[in-house]
């Protein structure tokens, strides 16, 4: 069913198109970019309010973000596409018993953060000023969180950064994006306006925006975990990452899936930030 209604919508899109390129590609865009927000659970806030709380602010988003205090180094956690802290509370507990002291964040248009629209380039603005502010040693990304991750360290280098996770993270934009193309059917006209607006944007083209590129640049130790089978993002994004991450060890796991939720990955988790 999601398959038909995307077809739907895409060709819908595709005939705005015949009569205007640019606001075909603008509502594609605007598409791609707005989340659903799903609303937290009351065992879901329960968990979350077990952390000190508080609201940064990065332009006009206020981006909320949760502390479990503790005495070793500070790790902030990025979750990925229409999640938001939570997904991150099995983890979280472990470290915690470890005395590591934890920065989550919700994203932008994200759990309990503000604006309605997303992106990759924007999160990783929001991951900037958190990092800084709460002085992040270790980072871990899940999917665009991860991507988004590498976005702000290539970007702002933060010598306090040590070690990077990145959990099922697309390691670049021209993939992602055309994924997105094939899965609505845009036609030509839309997906060569949609390059056109990202780069008045951005003042960059899309395949100009590779995290796995990118990461070359890292001196931080990092860890990659790809599940061979992840349906969302293939595991040769992983792969990708490994040959210009020249600091990092790849871990492959099997049946997983894309949320590599599993006792086996936060192991592997644990046993990286402390060693």
């Known amino acids: 069913m999601k398959y038909i209604i995307a077809k739907i919508i895409g060709a819908f899109i595709n005939f705005i198109s015949l ?6 590609a ?19 806030k329960d968990f979350l ?10 332009e006009d988003i206020s981006i909320m973000t949760y502390r479990w205090l503790g005495k070793k180094d500070t790790i902030l956690l990025a979750h990925g596409w229409e999640s938001n802290s939570f997904r991150w509370k099995d983890l979280i ?3 915690s018993a470890l005395d590591y002291n934890i920065i989550a ?6 759990g ?10 924007i999160y990783s603005e929001c991951i900037n000023v958190v990092a800084k502010k709460f002085n992040a040693n270790i980072i871990i990304g899940h999917s665009v969180g991860g991507m988004a991750t590498t976005f702000f360290q290539h970007k702002y280098q933060l010598p306090s950064i040590e070690k990077i996770v990145l959990l099922g993270a697309p390691s670049n934009f021209v993939d992602v994006f055309g994924r997105y193309i094939n899965m609505m059917g845009y036609n030509t006209r839309v997906s060569k306006t949609i390059n056109t607006i990202v780069y008045e944007r951005f003042n960059n083209k899309p395949e100009y925006f590779n995290a796995a590129r990118f990461s070359e640049s890292f001196t931080a130790e990092g860890l990659l975990i790809h599940d061979k089978f992840d349906t ?26 894309h949320g590599l939720k599993s006792k086996v990955v936060d192991d592997h988790i644990l046993a ?3 060693h």
Do not use: W
């Open 49 to 58: 309010e077990t952390a000190f709380i508080e609201d940064v602010q990065y």
């Open 93 to 95: 507990i472990k470290l």
């Open 19 to 24: 009569f205007s390129s640019r606001l075909a």
């Open 26 to 44: 603008r509502l594609a865009i605007r598409l791609f970019s707005s989340p659903k927000r799903k609303r937290l659970k009351e065992t879901e």
């Open 112 to 121: 309990r953060s503000s604006g309605k629209l997303f992106n990759a380039v």
């Open 272 to 274: 990286f930030v402390s």
């Open 105 to 110: 964040l919700d994203a932008p248009a994200h």
């Open 232 to 257: 969302i993002i293939p595991y040769s994004d992983a792969e990708d990452f490994k040959n210009f991450y020249k600091n990092s060890k790849l871990i492959t796991t099997e049946g997983y899936g």
